[in-house]
């Protein structure tokens, strides 16, 4: 899993935090910049990620993230298992 923050405009909260299995906290971070990047191996880890708010009420607001889901190989054209 992936991810990548695109353009963030006026927006506070969006903390993404990673667990291990056990459900302990390994990482809590925020996407703050475009081509900020968070990369986790989902057979081994939880990601979860808190709302984002407005910080300006009077502006917009967006929040842009482009997601990638990919499987990894053992040998070239087989996936892991």
Known sequence: MG??????????????????????????????EPGD???????R???SVTAVQRRDHTASAHRDVLMMAYTACDEPGKPVR
């Open 3 to 32: 991810g990548v923050e695109l353009c963030p405009r006026n927006v506070e909260g969006g903390e993404s935090a990673v667990y291990d299995r056990a459900g302990r906290t390994l990482l809590t971070t925020r996407l703050t």
């Open 37 to 43: 990047l968070l990369l986790g191996d989902d057979r």
């Open 45 to 47: 880890t939880l990601h």
